[in-house]
């Protein structure tokens, strides 16, 4: 029988499929072909459709609902109205934020598209019907969509039922359409700083108001059981255990008797974070009716109603010695977060992390100050594809280190170079109070500054200008430079909440008698492969290959509780329990190997897929024996049985990194652009999936590159939604989406389990600041500072028209 | 985004259509690939009680290659792209198809859908007027003609009658001297400004110039000034410069999300002047 050559340690360790291998995704299959299972896919008997009348209206009072001619409409069931929700105490919810918002029009409306009644009809073309039939009276009010207007003394209150409320859920407002103002840092030292300082840059830095615009819309199927009086909820939930508890509280269900499913998910970004009217309407919908109703949003809905992103105003100042040094941050933000507040933020940061804009630079002293403010747009203000406001941070830091490096006269990447915190410096505590886990950013930056072989860049672009000032050219070359840092992982419990439930997550592991295995975590992928890659970390940890385990998330009544998915805290967190659980699998079989081979559990080692006596390798069981042992034998002091469940408390964030560059070519007469080259290098610590990495890292450049270059969610003075259709709304097909090189440094974090860090929202936050200093870069030569995003055609052209290249 | 209800007819004559059209009047509307009117009905801009899809109408199929190069109104835009006569006869076709939407808009949109639309973003209505194109159309009362260049009357106005088919449009072979120049935001969009241009020499000069833009007004506009501006120019930068100034006089951009009216002229005197210089290369 051992006439075979044993497998070689490192084929052993192949056969797992572990961290490191690019295994193609599990998911994939069932994707590309067409055989996903998302909501939309959820088909029951009976199920009715639910369809909302929306407010054509920035600001109005409704005067009247008249709904006779919808009812009379052959196949209408009901339609809900406030007044019909009142009775519950579920015409207002609360928001993620501590505000409160409407789930229908009480008494006026606050923004275009807000949900004024909803309609329930035995199909999608009935609902639509009687959409059109339900007759709203409507009295328009002013409009307020600039924040800075809303905060005038005489602007128009917007939230009545807020008068005369002067504490709000984060302190003090000042004004009626004020939230909060959330600050950090030392304000009078940033102060003294810049006052003192040889050189002050100062800029308002606009981050336009966007949208994390899934594929896959918002929606639910609500499926209320009057028997057995069980509520089970399908919806499209990046925190599925959270929406149940919340579906409890707001409702009065036991939170037993509710049962919330996430299927197969068509993108997140942030979107699918929080609770809407439609979730709320739907299940009052089905308790009313006894009918399972089904509500799915177009695509219309989705872009102007469910939770935009951004609509930071960022007032920044950074000052610097003569020769470079950064010696002070100082921030003020103007937040418009539309007619409620309903950020998705843990519940302590109003502001999320945007207190991680010191970036990767060492500054000594810094402020932050944020003034939420309500205007007449959708609510909102969700991590589209970052962490909890890190994008802004990000953008404002790079854009103000490139303003900076002008105003010194200095070489953008040899003044991020100076002020990086140092390798020997981590962990790093920055001025606004964070811990940097881990970094080595001079070796990422001189990397990719080779890579793309930044001085020719600097000559070629010198030589263009000069072309371009001959009109031997009307192109310009831009070299958008970026070295961000990212702050992941929400997040240590005694920190971060959402609702009260603290932030972190959970896997529960149980291997079955022949040496497989299945895991449940409180995550959910929206696209992400978790199936792929927690696959991955069990397989190293437990010696099963990664092929014989099956990864389940989503189903509130089977997988341990968790927060969910978004803010990249997967891997940070799911997947240092996943880790820990497989840790503790580990332990005890450890005990049964002993027990098989009669020795002391000391006497044993790890050896990728089997526990071994040490010096005797060929003595040793694998993870299959001890699974099948665990069932199979009475072993005496040892319960049967393989499973094993961790909930994880991270005990600090994580802080993965990168640097990213962007060449691109501007026509400075029609505005259209070219990316001739995009480098791409991250360092998310520990590498489970280069494969799974480089496409999440080409998919968040790509959201990156269509926010900077030309997505936005406009508003006019109306309070109209002007880009409200893909017609508008910038998603770059195959043909615009630029071709990006990937690259790696691997710093792995200290504190996590395998040394992960995360990296699904690194390239849009790196990629907009990438992108967008590339625009600013090219007309550097002809002084611009500062140009607000999106990027778009008009804009460069206009960029172009100011600084009188039109000749 | 969902229609309201509506009768679905599919008539395999001409006469059936026109039948169906008199009877019903403004209630009906025909269907070509429906690239254009079913988004309108999901929108609910556009309500009617009757569909008529003209898709086994054999009549408006077929391209004829000759002098005179006659299509017929169902063909698609992605049959443009690929009819091998029609690429050597007339290439700017396929230049302007290329530039429209996608290929999945392009396999069902029809040419008569998108110059029937009347709306100003179409790009094959300008190209059309560039090529002095002619409309067949086919009512109660017969068959007549109207040249593109007299077609268009305003946004979703044309001189087509509610109950008339486009049938086919007819217009003389070009010459070799094209160029269809289109800036647009990304793929599947409309053009913020797009330039036609036909030019014809003799002894190294303009002898003819035909010049259409399109996008720039509530109407295609084919500027006959900036064609005879170029008329006995070798292109040089004056002839270009007085035919931008001339299209520039003709057009009247409005401000939308793809930019301001300043922009938009811009970009018109940009896409003709690249125009022009990629006909006259070609001459
Ligand atoms: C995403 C997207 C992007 C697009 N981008 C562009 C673009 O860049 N440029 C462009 O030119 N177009 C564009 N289009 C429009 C597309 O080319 C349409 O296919 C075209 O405008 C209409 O052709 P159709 O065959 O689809 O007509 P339909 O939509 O079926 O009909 C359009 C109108 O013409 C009428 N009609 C159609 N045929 C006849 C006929 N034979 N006689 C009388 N009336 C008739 C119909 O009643 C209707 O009012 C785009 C469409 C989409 C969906």
């Known amino acids: 029988m051992n006439d075979q050559t044993p497998p070689t340690r490192e084929e052993r360790t192949a056969a797992l499929k572990g961290l490191g291998c690019a295994r193609k995704r599990v998911e994939d299959a069932r994707f590309t072909q067409g055989k996903g299972n998302y909501v939309d896919d959820v088909k029951l008997p009976a199920m009715l459709f639910g369809d909302f009348v929306r407010s054509p209206y920035g600001h109005a009072r409704v005067k009247s609902i008249d709904a006779s001619a919808a009812l009379a409409l052959p196949g209408v069931i009901a339609v809900l109205t406030a007044k019909d929700l009142e009775p519950l105490g579920l015409h207002w919810m609360p928001t993620l934020a501590g505000d409160k918002q409407m789930v229908l029009a009480d008494g006026k409306v606050l923004f275009q598209g807000q949900e004024v009644a909803f309609v329930v009809a035995e199909d999608r073309y009935v609902a639509a019907d009687a959409v059109e039939l339900v007759e709203v009276e409507y009295e328009d009010l002013p409009v307020v969509t600039d924040p800075f207007k809303a905060l005038e003394p005489n602007a128009p209150v917007l939230r009545e039922d807020l008068q005369g409320q002067t504490e709000g859920a984060h302190g003090l407002r000042r004004h009626h359409n004020h939230i909060f103002l959330w600050e950090q840092g030392d304000k009078d030292g940033a102060e003294a700083a810049i006052s003192e300082a040889d050189v002050v840059a100062e800029e308002r830095v606009y981050y336009h108001r966007t949208h994390p615009c899934p594929l896959e819309t918002c929606g639910c199927v609500a499926s209320m059981d009057k028997v057995n009086g069980k509520l089970t909820l399908w919806g499209t939930f990046q925190a599925p255990h959270v929406v149940r508890t919340v579906a409890s509280l707001l409702s009065g269900i036991a939170e037993h008797n509710i049962r919330v499913i996430s299927p197969d998910i068509g993108g997140g970004f942030g979107n699918k974070v929080g609770v809407y009217p439609g979730y709320v309407c739907s299940i009052v919908a089905s308790i009313v009716t006894g009918r399972p109703v089904k509500w799915v949003e177009d695509r219309m809905d989705n872009l102007m109603t469910t939770a935009f992103a951004r609509d930071y105003w960022m007032d920044g100042r950074i000052a610097a010695t003569k020769d470079g040094k950064i010696t002070g941050l100082s921030v003020h933000v103007t937040a418009d977060h539309g007619a409620f507040d309903a950020c998705a933020d843990p519940t302590k940061f109003p502001a999320g992390f945007f207190h991680i804009c010191t970036g990767s630079y060492d500054i000594p002293v810094a402020y932050v100050g944020v003034d939420g403010v309500y205007t007449n747009k959708a609510p909102g203000g969700v991590a589209y594809r970052c962490s909890f406001r890190v994008t802004e941070a990000a953008y404002l830091i790079e854009r103000m280190i490139e303003i900076l490096a002008q105003k010194l006269g200095m070489d953008a990447a040899e003044l991020r170079a100076k002020n990086f915190i140092r390798k020997e410096q981590f962990p790093y505590h920055s001025a606004l109070g964070w811990e940097y886990d881990s970094g080595d950013y001079h070796t990422a930056w001189d990397k990719a500054l080779k890579a793309v072989d930044y001085d020719g860049l600097r000559a070629e672009q010198a030589e263009r200008v000069v072309a371009f000032r001959r009109g031997e050219t009307r192109k310009l070359l831009g070299i958008g430079l970026c070295h961000f840092t990212e702050i992941v992982g929400a997040g240590p419990v005694k920190n971060c909440d959402i609702l009260g439930m603290g932030m972190f997550d959970s896997c529960e592991i149980r291997i079955h008698p022949t040496g497989s295995a299945i895991a449940r975590l409180g995550t959910i992928s929206q696209g992400q492969g978790h199936a792929t890659t927690f696959a991955q970390i069990l397989a190293s940890e437990t010696g099963i290959p990664a092929d014989n385990i099956t990864i389940e998330e989503g189903d509130t009544d089977t997988a341990p509780y968790g927060l969910g998915t978004y803010g990249s805290r997967s891997t940070p967190v799911a997947g240092a329990a996943a880790a820990m659980a497989a840790r503790k699998i580990r332990a005890k079989a450890q005990m049964i190997a002993a027990y098989l081979l009669e020795v002391h559990e000391g006497d044993l080692e790890w050896d990728v897929d089997r526990f071994a006596v040490k010096g005797a390798p060929e003595r040793f069981k694998t993870m299959t024996e001890i699974a099948y042992a665990a069932y199979h034998d009475a072993i005496p002091n040892i319960e049967p049985g393989l499973e094993a469940v961790s909930y994880y408390d991270p005990p600090n964030m994580t802080y993965p990194f990168g640097a990213y560059i962007c060449v691109m070519e501007i026509d400075a007469d029609t505005g259209e652009h070219e990316i001739r080259q995009f480098y791409a290098l991250d360092d998310c610590g520990t590498r489970i999936n280069p494969m799974v990495i480089e496409g999440q890292v080409h998919g968040g450049l790509t959201e990156a590159y269509a926010i900077s270059m030309g997505q936005e969610i406009a508003y006019d003075e109306m309070g109209n939604v002007k880009t409200g259709t893909l017609m508008d709304f910038f998603l770059p097909t195959s043909w615009e989406t630029p071709h990006y090189t990937t690259d790696f440094t691997e710093t792995p974090s200290p504190h996590h389990p395998i040394g992960a860090k995360g990296v699904g929202e690194s390239p849009n936050v790196g990629g907009v600041p990438a992108f967008s200093n590339a625009v600013h870069d090219a007309f550097r030569a002809f002084g611009l500072t500062q140009s607000h995003m999106p990027h778009d055609q008009w804009r460069i052209w206009k960029t172009a028209q100011d600084l009188g290249l039109h000749g | ?283």
């Not at chain 2, 939308?256 to 990629?278: C, N, Q, W, Y």
Request: charged content about 20%; glycine content about 8%; proline content about 5%.
């Open chain 2, 1 to 283: 985004m969902i229609p309201a209800a509506f009768e679905y007819h599919r008539p395999s004559e001409l006469s059936a259509v026109i039948a169906l059209l008199s009877e019903h009047g403004d209630e009906a509307r025909v269907v070509a690939g429906g690239h254009s009117l079913i988004p309108m009905m999901k929108l609910r801009m556009a309500a009617l009680d009757h569909l008529i899809d003209l898709r086994d109408i054999a009549e408006l199929r077929g391209i004829e290659v000759g002098a005179t190069i006659r299509i017929g109104a169902m063909t698609t835009q992605h049959e443009l792209l690929t009819h091998a006569g029609l690429a050597e006869a007339a290439p700017i076709l396929a230049e302007a198809a290329r530039q429209i939407a996608d290929p999945q808009v392009r396999y069902l949109g029809t040419l008569g859908g998108n110059v029937a639309n009347g709306d100003p973003g179409n790009d094959m209505p300008g190209l059309m007027q560039c090529l002095d194109a002619r409309f067949t159309l086919t009512g109660p009362d017969g068959t007549r003609e109207v040249a593109a260049r007299d077609f268009y009357e305003a946004a979703y106005m044309t001189a087509r009658e509610d109950d008339e088919i486009l049938v086919a449009i007819t217009f003389p072979r070009p010459g070799a001297g094209h160029a269809y120049e289109k800036q647009k935001r990304k793929i599947g969009d409309y053009a913020t400004a797009a330039a036609a241009v036909q030019l014809e020499a003799a002894d190294s000069k303009v002898s003819a110039a035909s010049i259409a833009m399109t996008n720039l007004s509530d109407v295609p506009v084919w500027s006959a000034a900036a064609g005879a501006a170029l008329v006995g120019s070798a292109c040089g930068t004056p002839a270009v410069e007085a035919a931008v100034a001339a299209m520039l006089a003709d057009i009247d951009p409005v401000e939308d999300s793809r930019g301001p009216v300043e922009f938009k002229k811009h970009v018109a005197a940009t896409v003709l002047r690249r125009a022009i210089a990629r006909a006259w290369s070609r001459v």
